[in-house]
């Protein structure tokens, strides 16, 4: 299954997928400022895995972020969800950033909270980007 949506939810944008192992660009999208200009956008984002099929597999979400705002935010927080194949979630995971230079890129990952056949039953993602200024 393969979801792929921009939502925009009081104030915040989400984006989904689920192209396992292939970065993609999206079209800007993260918390829009004053001016519905994105603060921050998901640069890149990809679903990982590692140890497929054995009682260690691990799911993470990998990425790139950015500050596309010319202002520091005091506080930048990622919110990945997780689901099955029937959309179902699973799970959810937050990655925050206290502190973030204007024009600043960064890596994340996060990571599913779970091994094995939980992890392998991750067949999809939201992630969610919340910033406090």
């Known amino acids: 299954?393969?979801?792929r949506r921009v939502l925009a939810v009081s104030g915040?944008?989400?984006a989904s997928g689920a192209l396992s192992g292939c970065l993609r660009r999206n079209?800007?999208?993260g918390l829009p400022s004053d001016d519905d200009e994105p603060l921050v956008e998901i640069i890149e984002e990809r679903l990982v895995r590692?140890?497929?099929d054995t009682e260690?597999?691990?799911v993470r979400l990998e990425g790139i972020a950015e500050n596309t705002s010319d202002r520091q935010l005091t506080?930048?927080?990622l919110e990945a969800r997780f689901y099955d194949e029937?959309?179902?979630l699973l799970d959810s995971t937050v990655e925050h950033l206290d502190d973030v230079t204007a024009g600043r890129r960064w890596e994340f990952a996060i990571e599913y909270p779970r091994i094995g056949e939980d992890a392998a039953a991750v067949a999809d993602y939201e992630i969610e980007v919340v910033?406090?200024?």
């Open 1 to 3: 299954m393969r979801r």
């Open 12 to 14: 915040t944008v989400i």
């Open 27 to 29: 079209a800007p999208i």
């Open 50 to 52: 590692e140890r497929p």
């Open 56 to 58: 260690d597999e691990i």
């Open 75 to 77: 506080y930048v927080e």
């Open 86 to 88: 029937d959309e179902e």
């Open 131 to 133: 910033t406090n200024i």
